[in-house]
């Protein structure tokens, strides 16, 4: 069947970007990439076929404008467009501006994002589909005194969360009936923040549960499948930081229930594409979280362990194409983990940080992936997610795995920016999460792991480092000329006296958005 979709804009930036243009490659569809002036360089521009300024660095006025992604879609005469994640990728209303403008919206359709983004909507619809749900109320609070009523009746503690939000934004726990009120004023006030709708309902706090996802593809003929579980509890505020599949708590019994119970969540709003519905699991018994209509930050991990390959998949889907294996088809092979790769300081609460990318050194070898989407030269700045790639390792088993990701992470040089890499060393090597035992409060409760101090020999590697860096700075590294930014239009990240190649020399002509 030939396929309705020959060029796609790549609505977002960074490693998704560049992870969507290389399917495109792959797939041999056209793709057009949208850039901010503070990402004019960056290696998603680069990789695409074209490339369109959007505006300036601030997200409002580059990657959420919506009339203008519009505009350089019907002017690059784009097929369809790939909102990533993040930015517009869960907005209902660019979904459904792509859809009047004729375009494919690589994703589920613009009715069930609406469906799936308003959480106590959701929850109704989870519960008459049989999905389990955790008790709470299923309409929005009108107030802190029925927020309290209903707290009464499920049970504290409770939780009032954001009915059209996620990421822990319009969220507070709520201990005794004391605390509704300045909870219920604070969750309305930051969801109003967040997502403009200060609406929050009640749902019973669960203490010590895991974050576990199950992954989902759905195409036009109605049939959904899932591709087995991910493991998210290592989050800080709600965000994850490493994620691993399969579960190691998760038995191929469970597996099948939780997976089966994803499955009918995703029939019940006609599902369309990629997306992940996610469960807290409270010992065997499970619970409807949310459901996200997108790619996941996270799906490589899936990727790795059932060999599916989820991006083009959701190219091949939003091109008319059904799915052409079956559940029985699908199996879990080995075991992957996931390390975030930011540029912040775990022992400063995840601090962002700036600079300049000066060195980069990405880690290869059997079982090394690595979903980036920085170069040398680049500025990292705090207009955007501070998410500079995934170090992403897979193994037979979690023992090896856990093994190539911390020689991954030793390999793994970021110079220019302090990051979270020393963060993600330090769980590697705890006993706890080596043997699987954790919950989402692992990282509340263990604020050792995220002030800890380097080993001495990560202190004499630094000095080592530090002394070279200072070395090449002053007198150029062995071989090479000495570094110096250009000013004349070549961009960030070249040489004097390297020689540009033509099309450098011309001005970089396939950036038509000037």
């Known amino acids: 069947m030939r396929s309705v979709v020959d060029s796609v804009l790549v609505a977002n930036r960074g490693e998704i970007a560049l992870r969507v243009t290389r399917a495109c490659r792959e797939m041999g569809l056209r793709s057009v990439a949208v850039y901010s002036d503070a990402d004019r360089w960056s290696p998603h521009v680069l990789a695409a076929d074209e490339a369109y300024r959007l505006g300036p660095a601030p997200a409002s006025e580059s990657y959420l404008a919506v009339d203008r992604i519009l505009e350089v879609a019907e002017k690059s005469r ?27 919206f690589i994703g589920p359709t613009s009715t069930t994002i609406a469906a799936m983004g308003d959480k106590t909507e959701a929850r109704r619809r989870m519960r008459d589909a049989g999905v389990p749900v955790v008790p709470g109320t299923t309409e929005p609070a009108k107030g802190p005194d029925e927020a309290a009523r209903a707290a009464r009746e499920v049970g504290f503690p409770v939780v009032l969360k954001a009915s059209a939000g996620g990421g822990g934004k319009g969220m507070r726990v709520v201990r005794s009936e004391e605390e509704v009120e300045r909870a219920f004023e604070g969750a309305t006030r930051e969801a109003v923040q967040a997502f403009g709708d200060g609406a929050v309902y009640v749902e019973k706090f669960l203490a010590n549960p895991r974050h576990v996802e199950i992954q989902l593809l759905g195409d036009a003929d109605g049939r959904v499948v899932h591709l087995g579980e991910r493991e998210c509890s290592i989050q800080r505020r709600h965000q994850k930081l490493i994620e691993e599949a399969p579960s190691p708590v998760v038995d191929s019994e469970l597996r ?26 409270d010992g065997r018994d499970f619970y409807f979280l949310e459901m996200n209509t997108r790619i996941q930050v996270e799906h490589p991990v899936t990727e790795l362990v059932t060999g599916v390959d989820l991006v083009r998949w959701q190219l091949r889907i939003a091109g008319g194409e059904t799915l052409d294996f079956s559940q029985n088809d699908v199996q879990m092979r080995g075991h992957a983990v996931e390390c975030r790769i930011t540029s912040e300081d775990p022992s400063q609460g995840f601090l962002p940080a700036t600079g300049e990318i000066r060195g980069l050194t990405v880690p290869t070898g059997p079982g090394v992936r690595w979903d980036g989407g920085i170069s040398v030269g680049m500025e990292v700045g705090l207009h955007y997610d501070p998410l500079l790639g995934k170090l992403v390792a897979h193994g037979p088993d979690r023992p090896t795995t856990l093994a190539v990701m911390k020689r991954a992470l030793d390999e793994l040089r970021i110079q220019g920016v302090d990051t979270c890499i020393p963060f993600h060393r330090r769980i590697l090597e705890d006993e706890a999460f080596r043997n699987g035992e954790f919950s989402i409060q692992f990282l509340d409760q263990r604020s050792d792991l995220l002030a800890g101090s380097h080993s001495p020999n990560a202190r004499r590697a630094a000095a080592v480092a530090g002394a070279l860096l200072e070395e090449i700075r002053r007198n150029g590294a062995p071989g090479e000329p000495l570094e110096s930014r250009s000013h004349d239009g070549a961009g960030p990240g070249f040489r004097r006296g390297r020689e540009l190649s033509p099309w450098q020399r011309a001005g970089w002509p396939w950036a038509n958005g000037g």
């Open 78 to 104: 784009a097929a369809a467009v790939h909102p990533g994640y993040g930015f517009l990728a869960e907005r209902a209303g660019f979904a459904r501006a792509v859809e009047d403008a004729g375009l494919v």
């Open 256 to 281: 099948d229930a939780m997976g089966q119970a994803a499955v009918r969540a995703a029939e019940a709003v006609a599902y369309l594409g990629a997306g992940t519905v996610e469960f807290l699991l």
